[in-house]
């Protein structure tokens, strides 16, 4: 049946309490990680963005998009198979993201540099491949932001063997305010409905970024940021910048 105007209003009115809520909650939080942004683009480093199933969504918030950072590259499982050389089949495994051992090959096709921040995604927090790539960026000396539900990750037991969850590790936490589960309208017959992460984890990304900028533009650099391709001189203007990071800026395998 058709979407009534009841159900949308209210998933509006539920939807702007949780971003009101993760605006205030998490001003600390964006200054933080602005500081490590703009850190890192002023070091001629890149952002990483790392995220699986859905938090896919706000690494491609951080990397490629029009009025983005230029320096960002986004870390995609499909990077196993289309650079890495895995069998298409591995991606088939509905629980990849909880296998162990994925992180070093990850990490070394994201080629990274001493400079560079890598930004760790999960509403959970709490899968192997996302705890053993932030174990893995952290122990290299590499900054690191999580974006993650804190009711979420503190609700459900630690899968990986250190016990550590993402939030554990990071040098700044943003925390997307998603309830256990994401979902937030209840169902009658048990269940809940339409997620709120992807809304509010790129607002947070979009925060950042706009705080990040301030900060490099009032240190008097030039921040190196994306117009849409789609403008009469967008891609060559996008192509000239994006020359300076020759090799590095990868997006989910390409």
């Known amino acids: 049946m058709p979407q009534t105007a009841l159900g949308a209003e209210l998933f509006v009115d539920v939807a702007r309490q949780a971003v009101e809520r993760v605006v205030a909650g998490n001003k600390d939080a964006v200054g933080v990680a602005a500081r490590l942004f703009a850190d890192c683009v002023a070091a001629d480093g890149v952002i990483h963005a790392f995220g699986t199933g859905h938090s896919q969504a706000a690494a491609l918030e951080v990397a490629g998009r029009a009025g983005g950072l230029v320096p960002t590259s986004r870390i995609a499982l499909a990077d196993l198979v289309l650079r890495g050389g895995e069998d298409p089949s591995v991606l088939a495994d509905p629980l990849l993201e909880r296998s162990p051992g994925l992180a070093d090959r990850l990490y070394d096709l994201a080629t990274p540099r001493p400079q560079d921040l890598f930004v760790v995604i999960s509403n959970s927090g709490v899968n ?55 979902a937030v309208l209840p169902l009658p017959g048990g269940g809940a409905l339409c997620g709120v992460s992807t809304l509010t984890s790129s607002l947070l990304v979009q925060m950042v970024v706009a705080e990040a900028v301030a900060l490099l533009l009032a240190e008097g650099h030039e921040p190196p940021v994306y117009v849409s391709a789609n403008i009469p001189g967008g891609h060559e203007r996008n192509a000239v910048l994006e020359a300076r990071y020759a090799g590095r800026l990868h997006r989910g395998g390409h």
């Not at 192997?128 to 952290?138: I, P, R």
């Not at 690191?144 to 899968?159: G, K, Q």
């Open 128 to 182: 192997n491949s996302v705890v053993e790539l932030a174990l893995k960026v952290t122990g290299a000396g590499h900054p690191l932001v999580a974006l993650t539900s804190l009711e979420h990750t503190h609700a459900v037991p630690a899968l990986h063997a250190s016990g550590k969850r993402l939030a554990d590790l990071a040098d700044a936490v943003l925390d997307n305010g998603a309830p256990t589960g994401d």
